[in-house]
């Protein structure tokens, strides 16, 4: 497709184990964005990629939390050692460079039980 | 550091008339750009409008106008003749530009219902 896609749209896991989140942006854009949403929520910045540059991880709650870009193309936000509070919707966004908006995908809904 | 702030967590309005929601934000860098997000019930994140911080204009993308008062920091989004499918999350963000980077952060949302 030619939108931002995100895999797993769901996930249910158990406290304590990994999770890897996928996000493949739209072709030729050079920044990629990772965002979480809790219930009822706004948007909480995680990090940032753009090109080759080093990403801006300023956003990440705690080190369980990395995300590498390979190729600069897919992304893979990694959480380790799952908690309750982790439970939230993990929004990943593509942009070209120099571009206005950014470009959402659908999300994926993220339970840790 | 950026702060975007949406004071109205919700904002009821009547069919066909407009609405005001408001946004106020920080920054240092003098060079920036201010966006307007809906999400409605689905989850999707649907961009509205843009406002450069140079722009000497208010932008506007049809029903949808943006109140930039630079020298208050506002960026107010306006919705004329409100429709039944407004009402949804909507989202002020804020990218900074030049040596800030591009990193995007997002108020806390108002949430809109429009009444028939």
């Known amino acids: 497709g030619a939108g931002v896609s995100q895999s797993p749209s769901n996930k249910v896991t158990e406290k304590g184990k990994d999770v890897e989140l996928r996000c493949d942006p739209i072709?030729?854009?050079?920044?990629l964005y990772w965002y979480r949403q809790s219930l009822g929520q706004g948007l909480e910045f995680l990090i940032y990629?753009?090109?080759?540059?080093?990403?801006?991880k300023s956003g990440l709650p705690s080190d369980r939390f990395s995300a590498e870009r390979t190729g600069g193309s897919v992304s893979t936000l990694t959480i380790q050692r799952t908690q309750q509070e982790d439970s939230a919707v993990y929004l990943c966004?593509?942009?070209?460079?120099?571009?206005?908006?950014?470009?959402f995908g659908q999300g994926t809904r993220l339970t840790v039980v | 550091a950026q702060k975007i702030t949406q004071t109205q967590p919700g904002m009821f309005v009547q069919e066909k008339e407009a609405v005001t929601l408001d946004c106020t934000y920080d920054?240092?860098?003098?060079?920036?750009?201010l966006f307007w997000y809906k999400q409605p019930s689905s989850g999707e994140m649907i961009f509205l409008i843009y406002?450069?911080?140079?722009?000497?204009q208010n932008a506007t993308e049809g029903r949808y106008s943006l109140n930039f008062q630079k020298a208050r920091k506002s960026a107010n989004l306006v919705i004329s003749a409100s429709q039944l499918g407004d009402s949804a999350m909507y989202f002020c963000?804020?990218?900074?530009?030049?040596?800030?980077?591009?990193?995007?952060?997002f108020g806390a949302g108002t949430r809109l219902f429009v009444k028939a």
């Open positions: 990629f753009q090109g080759n540059s080093a990403p801006d």
């Open positions: 966004a593509s942009s070209p460079r120099q571009a206005r908006e950014a470009f």
């Open positions: 072709s030729g854009h050079t920044a």
């Open positions: 920054t240092s860098d003098p060079s920036y750009g």
């Open positions: 963000a804020m990218r900074e530009g030049g040596t800030g980077g591009f990193k995007t952060i």
């Open positions: 406002q450069g911080s140079y722009d000497q």
